[in-house]
């Protein structure tokens, strides 16, 4: 495309005060020669808008424009332009005039700099078409598992419009639910046990048209991406395919296993059980002992069996606590003269629950205990004897009762199965860097059978759920238009396992919508650009499968990379990780990062004047650099700023680039990692620093220091911090030295 | 009731609880009806401006009632160093009402050393009402039948309806019987107080010595008629007053009736002259003047407390039967006391005879009932407070209070929390008067004879 470049620099909010305009102009006319370089005092006014508009109508209209004004992350509605209008903004309020020094010769190089930068973008970048791909995208959804949340998260697809295929592994829908013999309360006054209204669910589900039933089945395999995905279901030896968008996955959680609780009692006293054996009790009249068959009259509950233990389970399963409490319920109904027992860690009854458990702390026959249990045994009469120390009562008590029930935790049923290892054939080149990349540990549970290179199933982050940081990306999983929803997901009590399958079904429906239109879903929610691979110069090595954080990319046979565009989330960690560089968007790629590296004005050694860049990571590190400015702190004239999609995305030829340019340092700033990691995408910004590692290396043998490249992790909120992590940065290369490049 | 509640100290230290559930049930019905509510949280403890630093109350003491540990809550001292200012009550951000709950303690303490233990039933519940008021009824019917069964006719001469011996063969037995009754419930106690001290680590394991007791007894005496410890009320320091003027009022009322008993029977069994003791006194007699005075005392100190218990204030104290059956006879006694005199000197005839009746059978009542009912307190608080010095477990000390947090109406009403389980106490408030929760001086057992003599003149 032949492009015409428009630039239109803004002299509001301050810009104008600060900055020689004509002198920048001069920058943009003498060095790239656009079709027109215009100012205004007011460029996000209607006349300020106007004037851009004018240019891009007319036979020999504009179709690049430059907004040199305010930051990208602000006026995004009032700069649309529409995709086929290549634009760029060049962000000289909060990063130029609002953090540095009015009127001084560096702070107008540095904006020259980012009108450079800016300019040589648009040169490289073109427009967006969205992808459509041959087959007919499918807006259906595929929900997995029967029990309260699959069927919540179905019929609230149903409801809003969408067609789904709800697939149960058991004859009959209604999961966990089904075993219970009352409900905890879900609605006001929130004190009265309630008939369990599952089979009110599973009717309404079985009834609605737009909901295709499969009970007995189980998943075969799932081929494709989201909107073009097949799901083979196997029921009752057939396997019927079915076309659907994206998936909802809820196929719940299991007891922990209690026969591994023997510090409880389990299996040497008769009358310890558990939590699961009491509903079945209850269910059929009376809870009596296993032992005598006589009716329980005193029942000690012991809370986190299990949970919150590291021994077993280190997290909370979140029912043990409300399901206790009514089932002590129970036996206070059944006698009014019983007695029983609760030792907790934790009484943890959040929400609405909080009412139930006041009400049955009212119960005269209800005895609460914080305390740990410390033995259990049985007496002649096959009474159960427990000590317990650490209680409110200030001492070690013993109790003597009919029965103990073990709150057992819950463990989700992705956890369960074998784990599966990628594999690398065989040693190809990138293979070294390969090896360092935590590969994910994949668990064969045998709910998805998904057909990806990465995996049957999602990774777990925490504890073999396969979530991923819930503040941030709800109801997300680590898989393109796959959400998991209710226990497999975390431990939930019933009304959060309901919300949470409705947030999922939510979720999936924005994928389909999103997806259909060629468009990334959350966190570059609407993004067109997609990776396009230049095969050609394809090596086989593999690395942008391995490295890809959501396993949007297949292998044929050969090893060559089968991208599936409905799955990517356009973070460019795979354009990062190419040693070939084949991997770029059409708005994004290493040439054009490169590109504006080399565009940038680069003084003199005897100028004192050194650079450095600071490749920042637009979800946090970006904002926190404007944040910067708009609390008028100063940072280093030396600095500019590149933003970066994900730091995964990193290339190292760009670090290459600079340094040869007599660029002084680069500072790159991303997410946090590791356990509580805020990566966008996940692992970005480790492998950003696997890959640095590597760089230390050639920078030595290029006889430069490596104290010239480094990687700050921060969030957001860091940003009255990030001001002397920038100048410190710049000390640092003071002492250093100038680049010896500099100049060559 | 069944002794079902049993903590035995096991060979390996872990102590075997068994819950009386029947005693949880007795301490709601007790007025402690809140108790469930308690989470322990501890804020109690940390607001009362006399619980000890060490193994403070009220927190344990609602554990244990929680969980109906009957005798560790009998026999226990601190629920006796509570004086039912409330501040915890005030505080406690679930309305479980501590207070309440150790004043329902207090009430089952009572009925649980009452000797005979019948008594201890039919004086704590409210269905037995009848057959207390019953008894002084039949008995006073039984003393005007045999003195003759008639309404003396023409100046009004109490000794006419009852001779002033019969009078007093009547009191002086059943002030005997109290004294005896309660003797033996306060030995109990006090060793019952002892065990658990020692049980529970606030005292050492030795057997109480008697002498060392009786002198740490003698040294609470100024702390409890200067009402020192109640003044460290915040919640409810409007009842400083009102309690001090009753405790006055009884003690005052008690001196002048064994003057009176001197003046009368002293001449004959010490061989002097007493007469100028004996009554029936003159308006200008010093000791009429000084009765009238404390009577007056008394009846105001009285009114006081039932305008306190009827003031609208959400969270402070709610009334207990035990509570009203005794500010009622108080109020009674003191207002037919005095009507008594009013009769005499106006000469009312018949009504004048009618509220004399009145007037013996709420001394009656009030002397005959005291082991069992509200006025134990005390008697029971003077032990255990005796107690506290002895085993030198510090309570209301200057430290501490200054501790208790101040503008109680900032914290937020447990009412808020819970509007239905609030409505109940509201009630209650409504429908009865106040509650006195005194400390008392050691042995005022004769208050009552001496007040009623003085009447009878």
């Not at chain 2, 105001?300 to 306190?308: C, H």
């Amino acid at each position: 495309m032949e492009k015409k470049v428009g630039v239109y620099i803004c002299k509001g909010c301050g810009i104008g005060d600060s900055l020689d305009i004509e002198a920048l102009a001069a920058v943009a006319n003498d060095e790239f020669s656009p079709a027109v370089c215009k100012d205004h005092d007011f460029l996000c006014s209607k006349a300020g808008v106007q004037v851009i508009q004018q240019d891009l109508n007319g036979d020999d209209a504009v179709n690049a424009v430059v907004v040199a004004a305010c930051s990208p992350r602000v006026m995004q509605d009032v700069f649309d332009f529409g995709p086929s209008v290549v634009l760029d903004r060049v962000n000289l309020r909060e990063q130029v005039v609002w953090c540095q020094p009015a009127g001084e010769e560096d702070t107008q190089m540095m904006a020259e700099d980012y009108l450079r930068l800016g300019l040589t973008k648009v040169g490289i970048m073109e427009p967006l078409e969205p992808f459509q791909p041959e087959e007919e995208m499918s807006k259906r959804l595929l929900v997995v598992g029967g029990g309260l949340a699959g069927i919540t998260a179905s019929a609230e697809a149903a409801k809003a419009g969408y067609e789904v295929v709800l697939v149960e592994k058991e004859a009959q829908l209604g999961g966990w639910m089904n075993k219970l013999y009352k409900q905890a309360p879900m609605k006001h006054p929130y004190t009265d046990l309630e008939d369990v209204d599952i089979a009110d669910r599973v009717k309404a589900v079985e009834e609605d048209s737009n909901v295709t039933v499969y009970t007995g089945a189980t998943m075969e395999k799932i081929e494709g991406a989201p909107c073009l995905y097949t799901a083979h279901i196997k029921q009752n030896g057939n396997v019927v395919t079915e076309r659907v968008g994206a998936i909802v996955v809820a196929t719940g959680a299991v007891p922990y296993e209690a026969k591994k609780l023997k510090h409880l009692g389990y299996g040497s006293c008769e009358n310890v059980v558990t939590n699961e054996t009491i509903e079945e009790l209850a269910s059929k009249g009376t809870i009596t002992r296993p032992s005598d068959g006589q009716p329980v009259k005193s029942a000690a509950f012991v809370l986190c069996a299990g949970s919150r233990d590291p021994e077993h389970l280190s997290y909370c399963s979140s029912t043990c606590c409300i399901e206790s409490l009514k089932q002590a319920k129970y036996l206070r109904l059944q006698d009014k003269d019983a007695k029983a027992y609760i030792i907790y860690k934790d009484m943890r009854t959040p929400g609405h629950y909080e009412l139930f458990y006041k009400s049955m702390q009212e119960d005269e026959g209800l005895f609460l205990t914080k305390g740990v249990v410390s033995s259990v045994t049985e007496d002649e009469n096959k009474n159960v004897v427990l000590e317990v120390d650490d209680t409110l009562l200030g001492e070690k008590i013993q109790l003597k009762v009919d029965m103990l029930v073990m709150a057992t935790g819950m463990v989700t049923n992705a956890a369960i199965g074998e784990e599966v290892e990628l594999v690398l054939e065989d040693e190809e080149e990138g293979a070294a860097e390969l090896e360092d990349v935590p590969a994910d540990t994949i668990i064969k549970s045998d709910m998805l059978n998904l057909e990806y290179r990465q995996g049957p199933e999602a990774p777990p982050l925490h504890n073999g759920f396969p979530d991923s940081h819930f503040i941030c990306f709800p109801y997300e999983s680590r898989r393109t238009g796959i959400y998991y929803a209710g226990s497999v997901r975390a431990p939930l009590d019933g009304p959060s396992t309901i919300d949470d399958a409705g947030g999922a079904a939510l979720k999936a429906i924005q994928c389909v919508e999103l997806t259909s239109q060629g468009m990334a879903v959350h966190p570059r929610a609407g993004d067109m650009s997609y990776p396009d691979f230049f095969m050609d110069r394809c090596t086989q090595c593999k690395r942008c499968t391995v490295e890809c954080p959501f396993g949007a990319i297949n292998e044929d046979a050969k090893g060559n990379p089968l991208p599936n565009p409905t799955r990517c989330r356009r973070c460019g960690v795979c354009m990062g990780a190419c040693p070939e560089r084949i991997i770029s968007f059409k708005n994004y790629s290493v040439k054009m990062i490169g590109n504006m590296i080399k565009s940038i004005n680069v003084p003199d050694e005897w100028d004192e004047k050194p650079r450095f860049i600071i490749l920042a990571c637009e979800n946090d590190a970006y904002p926190a650099l404007d944040m910067v400015g708009i609390t008028r702190q100063q940072i280093s004239p030396w600095a500019r700023v590149i933003p970066m999609r994900c730091l995964g995305g990193l290339n190292l030829i760009w670090i290459a680039d600079s340094l040869s340019k007599g660029i002084d340092g680069i500072l790159l700033l991303g997410c946090r990692h590791g356990d509580d990691y805020q990566c966008h995408f996940m692992k970005g910004s480790e492998l950003a620093e696997i890959r640095l590692s590597k760089v230390a290396e050639t920078l030595d043998r290029l006889a430069l220091e490596s104290d010239r490249v480094q990687l700050v992790q921060l969030q957001i909120t860091d940003y009255p911090d990030l001001p002397r992590i920038i100048n410190e940065f710049s000390e640092k290369l003071d002492e250093v030295g100038a680049n010896p490049y500099k100049g060559f | 009731m069944a002794d079902e509640s049993a903590v035995q100290v096991e060979s390996k230290a872990a102590t075997l609880i068994e819950p009386d559930l029947n005693f949880v049930r007795e301490l709601k019905e007790a007025g402690g009806d809140t108790l469930k509510k308690c989470f322990q949280c501890a804020t109690c403890s940390v607001v009362c401006a006399l619980s000890p630093d060490q193994k403070p109350y009220p927190r344990k003491e609602m554990v244990y009632s929680q969980w109906g540990l009957k005798d560790k809550l009998v026999n226990n001292v601190d629920v006796w160093l509570c004086h039912y200012c409330n501040d915890c009550s005030t505080h406690c951000p679930r309305g479980a009402r501590p207070g309440d709950t150790l004043r329902a303690v207090r009430a089952l303490s009572f009925r649980h050393f009452a000797f005979p233990s019948f008594m201890g039933k039919i004086v704590g519940e409210k269905k037995y009402l009848p057959i207390m008021l019953a008894i002084p009824v039949l008995i006073l019917l039984l003393g005007i039948k045999i003195a003759g069964g008639h309404i003396p006719e023409g100046a009004v001469e109490y000794r006419d309806l009852f001779p002033l011996l019969l009078v007093d063969a009547i009191f002086v037995t059943v002030t005997f019987l109290a004294i005896g009754s309660i003797g033996f419930g306060l030995w109990n106690f006090l060793q019952g107080i002892h065990a658990n001290a020692v049980a529970e680590g606030y005292a050492e394991d030795k057997p109480l010595a008697m002498g060392d007791y009786v002198k740490s007894l003698i040294s609470v005496i100024p702390t409890i008629l200067l009402h020192d410890k109640f003044k460290l009320c915040t919640t409810n320091r409007d009842r400083y007053w009102a309690h001090i003027l009753v405790l006055v009022g009884f003690v005052g009322l008690f001196i002048v009736t064994n003057l009176g008993f001197v003046g009368i029977y002293g001449g004959p069994l010490l061989g002097i002259n007493t007469d100028f003791l004996a009554p029936p006194y003159s308006i200008a007699n010093p000791i009429k003047l000084f009765a009238l005075l404390v009577g007056i005392g008394l009846l105001g100190g009285i009114l006081l407390v039932i305008a306190n218990r009827l003031k609208p204030k959400d969270a402070e104290s709610t009334i207990s039967y035990l509570d009203w059956s005794l500010i009622v006879a108080v109020l009674v006694t003191v207002s037919t006391g005095l009507l008594t005199w009013i009769g005499r000197v106006g000469n009312l005839g018949t009504v004048a005879y009618g509220i004399y009746f009145l007037h013996l059978g709420s001394v009656f009542y009030i002397i005959a009932y005291l082991p069992y009912s509200k006025l134990a307190h005390m008697f029971y608080r003077t032990v255990a407070m005796g107690y506290a010095a002895y085993i030198d477990r510090p309570f209301g000390v200057e430290g501490v209070a200054a501790a208790p947090v101040a503008a109680p109406e900032v914290e937020p009403t447990p009412a808020a929390e819970e509007p239905a389980a609030e409505a109940e106490p509201v009630e209650e408030k409504a429908e009865a008067p106040a509650e006195v929760e005194a400390e008392a001086p050691a042995e005022p057992e004769e208050e009552k004879p001496a007040e009623e003599e003085e009447k009878k003149e």
